[in-house]
């Protein structure tokens, strides 16, 4: 079974940076395309950020231009570089691999804690 382990997580003031990482064991990671999700209390889980296998990403319109996403096949690893955060950003940060009938594809991970302050 596939594992995912995010990292990176914690306390920033608004305007602030955080580098998210998401290691997976999955021998298949590279052909995979990956996500970024995130949850906020009392919110339901969101797609935030996704890179597909070749490379093109996508992102929700309120992070657009703010966060970036990438990957390193060879340590199986995908990125979430968080740039100019803001409170409305707090939440718990997942990643997974989306797919277009089940919605993932993958067991979710324990996350990552994001809170910004105001």
């Known amino acids: 079974q596939v594992q995912l382990v995010e990292s990176g997580g914690g306390l920033v003031q608004a305007g602030g940076s955080l580098r998210l990482s998401c290691a997976s064991s999955?021998?298949?990671?590279?052909?995979?395309?990956m996500g970024w999700y995130r949850q906020a209390p009392g919110n339901q889980r969101e797609l935030v950020a996704s890179?597909?296998?070749?490379?093109?990403?996508n992102y929700a319109d309120s992070v657009k231009g703010r966060f970036t996403i990438s990957r390193d096949n060879a340590k199986k690893t995908v990125y979430l570089q968080m740039n100019s955060l803001k409170p409305e950003d707090t939440a718990v940060y997942y990643c997974n691999s989306p797919h277009p009938t089940s919605g993932v594809r993958l067991g979710w991970g324990q996350g990552t804690q994001v809170t910004v302050s105001s």
């Open positions: 890179i597909a296998a070749g490379g093109s990403t």
């Open positions: 999955g021998s298949l990671f590279r052909f995979y395309s």
